[in-house]
């Protein structure tokens, strides 16, 4: 039966920072342990904690990262999605209805008022704006023609 053992390397480093040279002493006293392993656990607890250091942990890092992103915007969009249907509920009920409400024409222009508003929403997105002046073409949203 073939046993295996493990690849070992041999290193030599020498170290200049006084509070490296104090931390390794100190874990190599507090692990009862030569100071060559514990500079080697060192290095693997480093190595293991680097993003650079491996590839593959670094894309494990962003997926979990872009996951959690995922989960609190989804989130984020139900809280938004609940507090718009509070204001509409809020809003149409202090407003009544009204007979005019039922004219084609009076429904064409708020249907047109609405994508004038979401036109002009989406040009601030694009442009990266966030604020709320918005040039004048843009004001227009909320008047009827």
Request: glycine share 4%.
């Amino acid at each position: 039966m073939a046993r295996k053992e493990a690849a070992s390397a041999r290193v030599q480093v020498y170290l200049t920072d006084p509070k490296i040279v104090s931390g390794l002493n100190r874990e190599a006293r507090s692990g009862k342990m030569p100071l060559s392993q514990a500079a080697g656990r060192a290095i693997a607890r480093g190595l293991q904690k680097s993003p650079q250091a491996d590839p593959e942990d670094r894309l494990l890092q962003l997926e979990r990262s872009l996951r959690d992103h995922m989960r609190s915007t989804a989130r984020d969009m139900q809280i938004v999605q609940e507090l718009l249907i509070e204001v509409a509920r809020a809003f149409f009920v202090r407003l009544p209805d009204a007979i005019v409400d039922e004219d084609p024409t009076v429904q064409a222009a708020v249907d047109r008022r609405i994508e004038r508003l979401l036109d002009a929403t989406a040009a601030r997105i694009v442009a990266g704006r966030t604020d709320r002046s918005v040039p004048d073409e843009d004001r227009s949203f909320g008047q009827t023609n």
